[in-house]
């Protein structure tokens, strides 16, 4: 199960992307949230 992190996730997602490995889709989602989640932060304050 462990090893299925460095899989590429370009066959599972049906040709989408350019063969990043699960563990960079996972990271590239995290970043992506954290980013507009501070983008709400600061639209909050007016």
């Known amino acids: 199960m462990d090893e299925d992190w460095n ?3 370009k066959e599972e997602l ?4 350019a063969g990043v ?8 989602l995290v970043q992506h ?3 507009h989640s501070g983008q709400i ?3 909050s304050k007016f």
């Open 7 to 9: 899989d590429s996730a």
């Open 41 to 43: 932060a600061l639209l």
């Open 33 to 35: 949230h954290a980013y």
């Open 14 to 17: 049906g040709g989408v992307g």
């Open 21 to 28: 490995t699960f563990m960079e889709l996972l990271n590239g």
